[in-house]
């Protein structure tokens, strides 16, 4: 019963192990949006990672990666076109606040962060459009 129970405590430390390894796999040299937001009196950020393949990754301070779920092809295939087709990974937009969301477009290995204060209504809507439809998958 003992050896059942390191048996069980292995193979988890090992898929949990596997997760984050997988992160860094789908996000060497790839494409992917990562979006989150943080700050406020804490300095929390809580982030989201997802892959051009579909795969939907948080981002844990300092712990890594831990596997969410598979999001459909459509979806993702949707929201990449609204990136390019907006122009969204050449958009410069740095307007933090207090508190701030972010979104960063990883595309044909050129990276861009855009940032803004989450209660500023002058951000512009293809930003905050584009947050919102990444907010929906987690």
């Known amino acids: 019963m003992r050896s059942l129970f390191f048996s069980c405590i292995l193979l988890l430390s090992i898929t949990v192990k596997g997760y984050s390894q997988s992160i860094a796999a789908d996000t060497t040299n790839k494409n992917y949006i990562e979006f989150g937001n943080g700050g406020g009196f804490t300095g929390a950020v809580k982030s989201h990672i997802l892959t051009q393949e579909g795969n939907l990754f948080q981002l844990e301070n300092q712990s890594g990666a831990t596997f969410v779920k598979k999001i459909k092809h459509c979806k993702v295939k949707h929201i990449y076109r609204y990136v390019i087709k907006n122009n969204m ?3 410069v937009y740095n307007e933090p606040g207090n508190t701030y969301a972010f979104i960063t477009i990883q595309l044909n ?4 962060k855009i940032i803004w204060n ?3 209504i002058l951000t512009p809507p293809t930003i905050t459009k584009l947050y919102n439809k990444l907010i929906k998958l987690r």
Not at 109 to 112: L, S
């Open 89 to 91: 990974a050449a958009c």
């Open 109 to 112: 290995k050129q990276t861009n």
């Open 118 to 120: 989450n209660s500023n």
